[in-house]
Every structure is written in C-alpha cells, then in structure tokens.
Nanobody, 121 residues
C-alpha cells in the first residue's frame, strides 16, 4: 500500500518561510508527476505547483517568485519551499503523486493527508 506523508506545516508570520516535504512510501513500480495543492476554508482545492520526473515545473501565478517546488527521485520526495508567505496562503496543503503500482497497472493519482499552513501575525 502506498502512502504519502507530508510534513513541515505550521504557523508563521507574514513574510516568513516554511518548507513542506512529502515522502512516498510503500510498494510501487514508479512515480511520474508530483505536486502540491491547497484548500482554504470554504474554497475548492487548487493547484499550487507541479513537477515532472525530469524536473519541469509549473506553478500558479499567485505563488510565482515566492514558492519553489523540487523533488529528490532517489528519496521519492517532493518539496515546496515557501518564502514571503502571505495570509492568503493560509490553507491545508496536500501532496499529490501519479503512481504506478505495478508494471501492469495504469498511473493513479495518490494524495497525502494534508498539512496545515497558517500565515498570521
């Protein structure tokens, strides 16, 4: 069984920084794209940033220049470095990974349990 475990969330003041990590564990054949999504209270879950196995990245305009997504394929880990945080970044952040369980199965979207990020003075 595959698990995605996020860490690194917390309470930070505006202008501060946090680094989120997400480790994929368990039995699987391969990981393709990985990414971070977030969901603020009363809002739909939205894309924050994604990264391919080869390192190509994509992120939403609201975080460009402040957030950086990266991954370590050897460690099955994806990171989100968040700088100059704003109160509008407050949300539960979810890790996502496209995982193939065996060589015979298709890619499936897998999700972590989420980690709370609160930006407040």
């Amino acid at each position: 069984q595959v698990q995605l475990v996020e860490s690194g969330g917390g309470l930070v003041q505006p202008g501060g920084s946090l680094r989120l990590s997400c480790v994929v564990s368990g039995s699987f054949f391969s990981i393709n794209g990985m990414g971070w999504y977030r969901q603020a209270p009363g809002k739909q879950r939205e894309l924050v940033a994604t990264i391919t196995w080869g390192g190509s990245v994509n992120c939403v305009d609201s975080v460009k220049g402040r957030f950086t997504i990266s991954r370590d394929n050897a460690k099955n880990t994806v990171y989100l470095q968040m700088n100059n945080l704003k109160p509008t970044d407050t949300a539960v952040y979810y890790c996502n990974a496209e995982i193939r369980a065996t060589v015979f199965t298709r890619m499936n979207d897998c999700w972590g349990q989420g980690t709370q990020v609160t930006v407040s003075s």
